[in-house]
């Protein structure tokens, strides 16, 4: 409950809970630990995991968003085949199962009723379902089979921020407890990675004053923003543009680089901000490509790089970490953004109108 949770010296609970999430990657890392050191899932989990032909991620609003990152988490170290749905469609619009699913259910409340109507569907078709939440004893993990804990600690702020990057962190550490089940050996240790990134995490969170100026500099009266990314860039974009949405009511879209010359670069127009996302080495020159193409059309470029992929015009660089780690430390320039934006325009940060933090009805 919102008054047992003490705010300290912060104005909102968005803003202390963006700066505890090196904190709960400290803890996640530790509780996933096993008394040697290694990275540990329960047995029944993993065996789920193992018996499965393909993955289904089930979620809604920034769980869905985190689902996208797990996706690739899950198939590139697990080699496991993974879909990600949104509750509320699924529902009525249910894919073709494979024969051996496995349902991972992603809520940070565990309430989410659109969620749970798809848990009751599968549950009756007698499917095995994991559900990842922050709430210990929620509906979606009483109901489940096996439940796998963030360790975040109450998400008071409506709109999302450490539950997120906690979802990211078990997610990671569940893909590479599977594929080292699975004998697929990673040439990275996870443990150390993760640290890296609650390090990267503190570094950005020292930063506010550089995430306010971006803020009053790109946000301050702007009708739109574009957040443009190609692979996990893309579905961090898309958390970004949430992020704004909900907290500061800019239309914000976040979009593939190459899609917007497919539409969206209409909607371009001089001073149109476009926040663009240049932490993967494979896509850098070609999400820079994009970038050029808007700027021809008048947008204003906010280019947000990793350290070894940066060039000149970047307005910020993030500290390096472990390639298919960086959603993890690439949102939270964009969570602070959209605070300092909110904050510009005098909007109620911690509850932003006609949005609620658990949606319990269908
Ligand atoms: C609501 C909240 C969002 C959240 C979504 C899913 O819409 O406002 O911040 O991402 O529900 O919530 P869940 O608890 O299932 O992750």
């Not at 360790?151 to 709109?159: M, N």
């Not at 946000?219 to 949430?242: P, Q, W």
């Not at 909110?342 to 658990?358: G, M």
């Amino acid at each position: 409950d919102a008054s047992d949770i003490e705010k300290g010296t912060y104005p909102h609970y968005m803003l202390k809970e963006i700066d505890e999430q090196p904190a709960v990657i400290r803890k996640i890392v530790q509780t996933y630990q096993d008394e040697q050191g290694s990275l540990t899932i329960d047995k029944d989990i993993l065996q789920a995991m193992n018996d499965a032909d393909r993955i289904y991620i089930i979620a809604a609003g920034t769980s869905y968003h985190a689902g996208l990152v797990g996706k690739q988490f899950i198939e590139k170290m697990a080699k496991i085949p993974v879909e990600v749905h949104i509750s509320s469609e699924f529902g009525y619009n249910m894919p073709l199962l494979s024969e051996k699913p496995l349902f991972i259910f992603i809520s940070q409340s565990g309430e989410t009723a659109d969620s749970r109507a798809v848990l009751v569907e599968i549950k009756e078709l007698g499917y095995k379902a994991l559900t990842i939440t922050n709430v210990p004893g929620s509906t979606l993990s009483r109901e489940a089979d096996y439940t796998l804990l963030l360790h975040a600690g109450p998400e008071i702020a409506v709109a999302s921020t450490k539950a997120y990057t906690a979802q990211l962190a078990v997610l990671a550490i569940l893909a590479e407890v599977t594929a080292k089940s699975r004998g697929f050996d990673s040439n990275y240790d996870l443990v150390q990675e993760l640290g890296i990134v609650a390090n990267a995490m503190d570094v950005l969170c020292g930063e506010k004053e550089e995430f306010e100026a971006i803020a009053r500099e790109f946000l301050s009266t702007t009708r739109n923003c574009f957040f443009i990314g190609r692979g996990i860039d893309f579905y961090v974009g898309l958390e970004g543009a949430l992020k704004l949405k909900e907290i500061s009511y800019i239309q914000a879209e976040g979009f593939a680089g190459g899609e917007l010359k497919h539409g969206t670069i209409a909607l371009i127009e001089n001073g149109t901000p476009v926040v663009a996302l240049a932490t993967q080495e494979s896509v850098n020159l070609s999400i820079r490509g994009n970038v050029k193409e808007v700027v021809a059309r008048g947008a204003n470029p906010c280019i947000i790089s990793m350290k070894g992929l940066e060039t000149e015009e970047d307005r910020f660089v993030i500290p390096e970490v472990y390639g298919l780690l960086t959603p993890l430390i690439s949102v939270i320039p964009l969570q602070l953004i959209s605070y300092y934006a909110a904050l510009h325009r005098e909007c109620d940060v911690d509850k932003p109108r006609n949005l609620a933090k658990s949606v319990t009805v269908e």
